[in-house]
């Protein structure tokens, strides 16, 4: 038995200590690192034939709840956003066959709830 496709790696910046589900699963703390050991995992990934979906876009490391039992909050400008939680996900785009993602801008629905993109256009 094998597999082909891999729910992974994981490009969230571990930006919250206190975060119970990305913790250990980031690469770190510092975007480009992250965005770089993520590429280099993908590749090898990839080399032994099986595809890779990285996660959680836009960002899942500065929440402070397991989403899977909770629903979480993160309340920052769509700037900060852009700048760190999506920063790699951005810089691998060419690298990944498939990104995982929620409609997260929707409080309704999904895994975290980003109020601020609500309005965003």
Not at 38 to 46: C, I, N, R, T, V
Not at 48 to 72: I, M
Request: glycine residues 6%; contains cysteine; hydrophobic residues 40%.
């Amino acid at each position: 038995m094998g597999f082909n496709w891999n729910f992974a790696p994981v490009l969230d910046v571990n930006n919250n200590p206190r975060n119970p589900v990305i913790s250990d699963r980031s690469f770190g703390e510092d975007p480009s690192r992250v965005a770089a050991l993520g590429a280099a995992w993908a590749q090898g990934s990839l080399s032994e034939g099986v595809a890779v979906c990285a996660k959680h876009f836009p960002g899942h490391g500065d929440t402070a709840l397991d989403s899977h039992h909770a629903l979480p909050t993160v309340d920052k400008p769509l700037s900060v956003l852009e700048a760190l939680e999506s920063s790699p996900f951005r810089a691998t785009l060419r690298d990944m066959p498939s990104i995982m993602t929620a409609p997260y801008c929707l409080s309704s629905t999904g895994h975290v709830v980003l109020p601020r993109c609500q309005n965003a256009s």
